[in-house]
């Protein structure tokens, strides 16, 4: 039963465009998401972080959209780089005492086109 | 601090032999989990530690599959006995409870 989806395994978009990377949850519990980058022969490491309180956060080129009423989350990476490209994990969690591990999507593999 | 530190990098095996993967989270973070990576199922949660207490290990595939935390800086994933299927990546992590997790390099297991 997979908690978190990312149905597009794989995206191809031209250097200087938008990246929108998709994610859908199905446990109403989660309330506080995450979005990793994984190079190969590397672990995935941390990009950005939204909580349930908010709809968008910004870092830079990146920008993480939340929609909780359909359980819905978005990457937009704007304008992408040669050296965005890489594996994009969007994980989620809740922050109950207790209960926090992380549970991950299966990954989409962003490939930047010079 | 370096980060977490995975041992070895790259595992071949053959089947039915035994095979320990190795962690150490970064100093101070108190909690600790093991990833598997693979096409399937994407980074999968085999088991987490809090305070080197084990939490959750609903994620761990089998018996064959086991996990310690002895003390607050080294933990091991142990197969035995190994099979094909337990080819994969696995990943170690660690985190504060108020911070986002990080990642070792991973340790590729190949059993033959």
């Known amino acids: 039963d997979q908690q978190v989806k990312q149905n597009s395994p794989s995206l191809s978009v031209q250097e200087g465009r938008i990246s929108i990377l998709n994610c859908d949850y199905t446990?109403?519990?989660?309330?506080?998401f995450l979005w990793y980058k994984k190079y190969p022969a590397e672990g995935p490491t941390f990009l950005i972080s939204?909580?349930?309180?908010?709809d968008k956060n910004e870092d830079g080129r990146f920008t993480v959209f939340l929609n909780k009423s359909a359980k819905h989350l978005s990457l937009h990476i704007v304008p992408s780089q040669p050296g965005d490209s890489a594996v994009y994990f969007c994980a989620a969690m809740t922050t109950n005492f207790g209960n926090e591990k992380l549970t991950f999507g299966t990954g989409t593999r962003l490939t930047i086109i010079p | 601090d370096a980060g977490v530190i995975q041992s070895p990098r790259h595992e071949v095996t053959e089947m039915g032999q035994e095979v320990t993967l190795r962690c150490k989270p970064i100093s101070g973070h108190d909690y600790l989990f093991w990833y598997r990576q693979t096409m399937m199922r994407g980074l999968e949660l085999l088991i987490y530690?809090?305070?080197?207490?084990?939490?959750?290990d609903s994620g761990m595939p089998e018996d064959r599959f086991s996990a310690k935390m002895p003390n607050a800086s080294f933990s091991t994933l142990k197969i035995q006995p190994s099979e094909p299927r337990d080819s994969a990546v696995y990943f170690c992590?660690?985190?504060?409870?108020?911070?986002?997790?990080?990642f070792g390099q991973g340790t590729r297991l190949t059993v033959v």
């Open positions: 446990n109403s519990m989660f309330d506080y």
């Open positions: 530690f809090n305070n080197n207490v084990p939490i959750d």
């Open positions: 992590a660690s985190r504060n409870r108020d911070s986002e997790a990080f």
């Open positions: 939204i909580s349930s309180i908010k």
